[in-house]
């Protein structure tokens, strides 16, 4: 795993983040800390908090309160463009592929590229060898085998689907990924390998924030791992002080939490 650089400003900062939903409170003054190419994982039950605080940090949805920092630098991210254009990309359970597209167009799927040559390019025509070669270069690098860049994702197995969506992420989050139950219903080989391309985006500098169930994954791949309950950050731990039960104790409560 890559090396984690303290002497720079965190990669992704949030200062009490808070968010409710009628009366709900869904996040309680939750901050966390993100660095180069750190795993952090994320774990909580159902409903802890987990996915809205993502959700928040990467402009699906707008925090009550709260600051958020790139760089050491304060940022609004109002949208997941704004997002995007930080280097901030979320690979979600759902995947957020398009079925009827093959792989090189949800790769590039709203960053196609145009036509090298001026006229074409102005009337928007797509660089469509140009875009299946930066694919089967991205593929080979993370070791993703698809049988064609031009297969609709249709026709593709869950653990094909999950790394072309994973593919995607690394493609373009030049800085952070967040990853929300990624391997949730792949099977075990599959989710091993998603595993595999967490490892492969921290040795890159990327942060990664790692949501997963799984806490043998958690603890295989992640540096350090925070815990929510009912919206409120309990815990946060060292992966290589703590084990499973542990982990499972302080997501239920039955354990008090140890900051770090």
């Excluded at 990669?11 to 952090?40: M, T, Y």
């Excluded at 908090?49 to 990467?58: D, E, R, V």
């Excluded at 070669?133 to 070791?143: A, F, I, M, P, T």
Aim: hydrophobic share 40%; with cysteine; proline share 3%.
């Amino acid at each position: 795993m890559a090396e984690i650089k303290n002497s720079q400003p965190p990669l992704l900062e949030a200062r009490s983040i808070s968010k409710s939903f009628g009366g709900v409170q869904a996040l309680s003054d939750v901050s966390l800390v993100l660095r180069h190419g750190e795993v952090l994982g994320l774990v909580g039950d159902n409903g802890a908090g987990k996915s809205t605080l993502i959700k928040c940090l990467s402009g699906v949805l707008a925090p009550d309160q709260g600051t958020i920092l790139i760089d050491g630098r304060e940022v609004q991210i109002d949208s997941p463009q704004r997002a995007r254009a930080y280097g901030i990309e979320t690979v979600y359970q759902g995947l957020a592929l398009v079925d009827t597209l093959n792989v090189t167009e949800n790769l590039f799927l709203n960053r196609e590229k145009t036509s090298r040559i001026p006229i074409l390019g102005r009337l928007g025509w797509l660089d469509k060898k140009g875009m299946e070669k930066d694919s089967l270069e991205v593929l080979d690098r993370l070791g993703i085998q698809i049988p064609s860049v031009r297969r609709d994702v249709v026709y593709l197995s869950g653990g094909q689907r999950q790394s072309i969506a994973i593919g995607r992420a690394i493609a373009w989050g030049r800085h952070i990924v967040f990853m929300d139950e990624p391997a949730a219903a792949l099977g075990v080989e599959q989710a091993q390998h998603v595993v595999e391309l967490i490892a492969t985006l921290s040795r890159r500098e990327v942060g990664v924030i790692f949501i997963s169930h799984n806490m043998r994954h958690v603890l295989q791949v992640c540096t350090r791992v925070m815990v929510l309950l009912h919206g409120r950050k309990v815990a946060e731990v060292s992966a290589a002080e703590v084990s499973e039960r542990d982990l499972v104790d302080l997501i239920t409560g039955a354990r008090g939490g140890n900051r770090q």
